[in-house]
């Protein structure tokens, strides 16, 4: 497969939470990280969309 490009996906509230299919069914990108001030969110995020802890992140800059 061709290089995917990373994507750090930043906020799941409202259209935000959507982007996460989107990312996870797309052949262009790979979703690198999320970010999101609310760990519950985050949490939430990982038991719908099978994230792992090491792709969730409260800040921008422990996901980079």
């Known amino acids: ?12 509230g409202g259209w935000g939470w959507s982007w996460i299919n989107v990312a996870q069914q797309s052949t262009a990108w790979k979703l690198q990280a999320v970010v999101d001030v609310s760990e519950a969110a985050l949490a939430n995020a990982r038991s719908v969309y099978g994230l792992q802890p ?8 422990a996901a980079c």
């Not at 497969?1 to 799941?12: C, D, E, P, T």
């Not at 090491?54 to 800059?61: A, I």
């Open 1 to 12: 497969m061709a290089n995917l490009l990373r994507l750090v996906q930043i906020g799941i």
């Open 54 to 61: 090491s792709q969730t992140f409260t800040g921008l800059e």
